[in-house]
């Protein structure tokens, strides 16, 4: 099956779009994590818990994450 210049436009458009949507999507994380991070008091954090913490956000960013919903149902 061939595709044509039209489908490749709408193809493109497509990717384009999804594209936008993410970094979009990646913008409004960044906004919430520094909004979260605001409104924790200050508190002094061993090497250890601030390695522990990047980490976390590490595999949230990666999307290694498990749901509320998936909790209560364990």
């Known amino acids: 099956m061939a595709i ?6 709408t193809l493109d458009m497509i990717y384009e779009e999804v594209r936008k949507v993410n970094e979009r999507l990646t913008r409004i994380e ?6 979260l991070i605001k409104g924790l008091p200050e508190a002094e954090l061993s090497e250890e818990e ?9 595999e949230m960013r990666e999307g290694k994450y498990v749901t509320l919903e998936a909790l209560k149902r364990a």
């Open 30 to 35: 960044e906004v919430i994590e520094e909004v």
């Open 50 to 58: 601030v390695r522990e913490i990047e980490s976390s956000i590490k």
């Open 4 to 9: 044509n210049m039209d489908d490749q436009a």
